[in-house]
């Protein structure tokens, strides 16, 4: 199997993971906010500077459907992942 096979069964998997199989993520709190729940201080806790864009919460902004726009936004991160990855990498091979 060649490498540029291997890299467009990987995009395909990645891209089929992130609209699909990411909406079944946990909806559970991380470690972290558990530990802030339990502990008290969840509340002092700040939004990001950039919790207003249109990908903040693993979402994409302004869609009612909450499945589609959990796809979107995973989409756009793994294409937006591959292009700089594959930016980079071609980059390095120049040099």
Known sequence: MTTKKIVQIGLVTSIFVAAII????????????FVAEQVGFL??????????SPLADYAFAGLENERISVAIAGII???????VSFGLFSFLKKR
Do not use: I, M, Q
């Open 77 to 83: 991160g793994v294409l937006l992942t591959a292009v």
């Open 22 to 33: 990411s909406f079944y993520a946990s909806g559970h709190p991380d470690g972290l906010e």
């Open 43 to 52: 509340n002092t806790a700040k939004d990001s500077s950039v919790a207003g």
